[in-house]
Nanobody
Framework: QVVESGGGLVQPGGSLKLSCTGF????????IGWFRQAPGKEREGVSC????????FYRDSVKGRFNIARDYKNGSVYLQMNNLRPEDTAIYYC????????????????????WGQGTQVTVSS
């Protein structure tokens, strides 16, 4: 299983760092995706990082503001979120790919089969 942490309430323009930690699974070997679901909306992909070559991908609305990276020392994946906007408010989920990771990842749900419970991010003044 995976567990997300680091969510909270932050003012517009602020920053948060989300972490995804694996229990019983070594995240280093898998592609990891971050997804989010805002109230009344469908879940959408935010970012991902591949296992091989550490390629990353971001949805357009977070490019230049969010950064995904692996923390090999702690066996986790984090999502650094800067310059947050009210529209970033959502529950954020991390997900682990079904298979050992490849060169590239994707921010669609089908490649992932292990999901965390989510962590709430609220951006409001």
């Amino acid at each position: 299983q995976v567990v997300e942490s680091g969510g909270g309430l932050v003012q517009p323009g602020g920053s948060l760092k989300l972490s995804c930690t694996g229990f019983g699974v070594t995240l280093d070997y898998y592609d990891i995706g971050w997804f989010r679901q805002a109230p009344g909306k469908e879940r959408e992909g935010v970012s991902c990082i591949s296992a091989a070559e550490h390629n990353t991908f971001y949805r357009d609305s977070v490019k230049g503001r969010f950064n995904i990276a692996r923390d090999y020392k702690n066996g986790s994946v984090y999502l650094q979120m800067n310059n947050l906007r009210p529209e970033d408010t959502a529950i954020y989920y991390c997900a682990v790919s079904k298979h050992i990771g490849g060169r590239y990842c994707a921010i669609v749900e089908s490649p992932y089969d292990t999901w965390g419970q989510g962590t709430q991010v609220t951006v409001s003044s």
